[in-house]
């Protein structure tokens, strides 16, 4: 028989750096019996930071996924739960895992408060829809202010924050809990490890605290209904507590509310109460919206409801490579059911796939099932090729669901291996890394022959090229990849070039006469015009001529870089009739090329970005004059919600490091985007300092 989805939950834990996403984890396994002993991060000991580098780091690198069950009120809860990382640099984690939770547990610091990357991923639950209940985690330490950080996710975050706890003490009297629905108060046995705790009465100097937040609940509860507003104006205590767990459910499913909670994950107070209220308040797979798709076939829309008899509709969200079983794509089921060893159905490529066998995870450990259902989260292997984002389902119900945005890489350094024997295991573990990481880009740059990673920061890279040497033994040189300047001529010039070679027997002869000069508005490329008249040049030499400046101008005067644009008009020329052939004339337009730009004069050209940082308004001043420093160009200010907006035009040579310097600057706060505008010519000392550190010129 197929369980009742109304008790499922896949949530997901998502905060700022060191918040206690995965202590919290931890404590929830703990409690749930799935461990038997509390794993800590400071030890390297956590469950769910099974990566060498999140043991030696102390921090989550990649999210982990795993599956636990909570009693309340006598009803067994599932839970899908997937513990994410802080840093910015691994956003990619949070922004897929959101994608495919129906809930959230947004966890905050009782020192820190709302921090920067708690407001990032706070707008990316946002962009989601996903509903949240807020944790108060932290009250044990000294400067905890579970008041402030209320009052901080209203203002800062725009969400009418709804206490449904409050704290008895805080820093180090913190000892327990009142539960304003029930009215109930908890203290915590330290020497249990917080596995027992008791119902004591309300303190004596809390009393009319309690009393005025349970009330301000209560009035909450009763706006959203007539019938509760009648009871609330009659007696407020007359409101029953099914009637007020109905009311917050409800609104915090519809995004109205966040209700907050408190406690301290390490000293294991409070965390029983987390996860009835995961049971209590946010939604199951049934309460929410079903998900839309589109008919590849047809390019109609259609539904798949939370139901295991509709056809199977899946998205995969994670790509990973096990050293045991190769390659798991970990998937969330919308609809249907999925038996192992079944073919699918990838939407998004259109190729057929077998699923050879199903695993639930638990961290970075497998336990085989035979089957998935709707409302499931798993793990796949034995496919050939599905990505992130891409749409699984049934082969006679194809239906392709809303994929994931992942924002672009903004910093790249240049890796080479440091034999020559590793060249194509390199290529190959870049190759893999990729796949599991869509922020991650690869490319072997054109103007350099250099292969250069891109990533979401510095951090990001330093562990990809870190697991390039631990998990592909592959021994990595890296270094800053050179910004790809080209080069322009100034002027118009007339040149004759003639190539004359005699060296016995048949020789080499060539006579050209051309214009050269910047190639017409809007024109990449050779813009080459045949203007010779009379036969002075025979017809067969013509394309050789061409071929010749077209091969000029890879290689510039200035400095070696690529002339990106020319206009070259062939006016006159000569030939011998034995000593002429497609070669001589080829070299002769070499060689001309050469001299007419050095007549003409070049300059350098560098690539121009167009930047987007956006940042909270204290900051403004900060940014803009940092981007002044970088030869930055205004383009415009404007709002976004309670944000500014900047647009620039910047050099690429100024941007690298930027990311870090921003979050210098702005505590974290902001973000940038950044893709290719134009070139346009490098100012003179700066071209000069750039052409001698190639020449090897000491300025």
């Not at 009215?183 to 020497?191: I, L, P, R």
């Not at 050789?544 to 006016?571: C, Y």
Request: glycine share 8%; hydrophobic share 40%; charged share 25%.
């Amino acid at each position: 028989m197929a369980r009742n989805l109304a008790y499922t939950r896949n949530i997901g834990i998502m905060a700022h750096i060191d918040a206690g996403k995965t202590t919290t984890t931890e404590r929830i396994l703990f409690y749930t019996g799935v461990n038997y002993r509390l794993g800590e991060v400071h030890d390297g000991a956590a469950t769910m930071d099974y990566m060498v580098q999140e043991q030696e780091r102390g921090i989550t690198i990649s999210s982990a996924s795993t599956t636990t069950f909570w009693n309340y009120r006598n009803q067994q809860f599932k839970i899908n739960l997937i513990d994410t990382p802080g840093h910015v640099d691994f956003t990619v984690e949070v922004e897929r895992s959101l994608r495919i939770l129906d809930g959230a547990i947004a966890l905050f610091c009782a020192v820190g408060g709302v921090e920067p990357q708690s407001e990032t991923v706070w707008r990316q639950a946002d962009k989601y829809k996903v509903p949240r209940i807020s944790f108060v985690n932290k009250m044990d330490r000294a400067g905890a202010d579970f008041y402030a950080v209320v009052a901080k996710i209203k203002d800062r975050l725009g969400m009418n924050a709804v206490p449904v706890q409050l704290p008895i003490g805080s820093e180090d009297s913190f000892c327990g809990i009142v539960d304003l629905i029930t009215g109930k108060a908890y203290e915590w046995d330290a020497q249990s490890l917080g596995t027992v705790f008791t119902e004591i009465p309300v303190p004596a100097d809390m009393v009319d605290t309690v009393k005025d937040y349970r009330l301000k609940l209560l009035e909450g509860c009763a706006e959203e209904s007539e019938e509760l507003l009648e009871k609330f104006m009659e007696n407020p205590d007359s409101i029953s507590e099914e009637e007020m767990l109905e009311i917050i459910r409800k609104a915090t499913i519809d995004l109205k509310i966040t209700p907050v909670l408190c406690g301290s994950a390490f000293k294991n107070k409070g965390v029983q109460l987390l996860l009835d209220s995961v049971a209590r308040f946010l939604p199951s797979p049934l309460d929410k919206p079903a998900v839309v798709g589109i008919n590849p076939r047809t390019e109609m829309e259609e539904v798949r409801k939370a139901n295991v008899n509709e056809p199977f509709a899946a998205l995969a969200f994670k790509i990973i490579t096990d050293p045991y079983v190769g390659k798991l794509c970990f998937f969330r089921v919308y609809s249907g059911r999925l038996d192992s060893g079944s073919y699918i159905l990838n939407a998004t490529s259109g190729k057929k796939e077998r699923i050879s066998r199903i695993l639930q995870m638990h961290a970075n450990k497998q336990n085989p099932v035979d089957f998935i259902e709707a409302g499931d989260i798993a793990a796949a292997v034995g496919f050939k090729d599905i990505k992130t984002g891409d749409s699984l389902c049934e082969e006679k119900h194809p239906v392709v669901l809303e994929s994931m945005t992942f924002p672009d890489p903004v910093i790249s350094i240049a890796v080479e291996p440091k034999t020559q024997l590793d060249v194509d295991k390199l290529s190959l573990a870049l190759g893999k890394l990729a796949e599991e990481d869509p922020t991650f880009k690869v490319k072997v740059d054109a103007d350099s022959g250099q292969t250069v990673i891109s990533g979401m920061g510095e951090l990001h890279l330093e562990i990809l090229v870190d697991r390039l040497k631990r998990e592909f033994k592959v021994e990595c040189n890296q270094g800053a990849p050179q910004v790809a300047y080209k080069e322009a001529i100034v002027s118009t010039v007339e040149h004759r070039e003639v190539y004359k070679k005699q060296s016995g027997g048949r020789g080499k002869f060539a006579d050209i006469v051309f214009e050269i000069g910047p190639a017409d508005e809007g024109v990449a490329g050779l813009q080459f015009i045949d203007e010779v008249k009379g036969g002075n040049i025979p017809r067969e030499y013509i394309p050789s001529v061409e071929k010749g400046f077209k091969q000029a101008m890879l290689n510039g005067v200035m400095a070696g870089f690529q002339v990106d644009s020319l206009k070259v008009r062939l006016l006159d020329g000569s030939y011998h009739n034995v000593d002429s052939d497609s070669l001589s004339f080829e070299i002769a337009a070499k060689i001309g090329f050469k001299a007419a730009c050095k007549k003409a004069g070049s300059v350098l050209l560098e690539p121009i970005m167009k930047l987007e940082v956006v940042t909270p308004d204290e900051y403004i001043g900060d940014v803009v004059g940092d981007l002044n420093r970088r030869r930055g160009q205004l383009q415009g200010i404007s709002s976004r919600f309670n944000l500014q907006v900047v647009e620039a035009k910047v050099p690429l040579s100024e941007m690298f490091g930027y990311v870090t310097s921003l979050r210098t600057l702005t505590s974290g706060r902001a973000t940038s985007s950044m893709e290719f505008s134009h070139y346009q010519e490098t100012p003179r000392n700066i071209a000069d300092d750039v052409v001698a550190k190639l020449l090897g010129v000491k300025v």
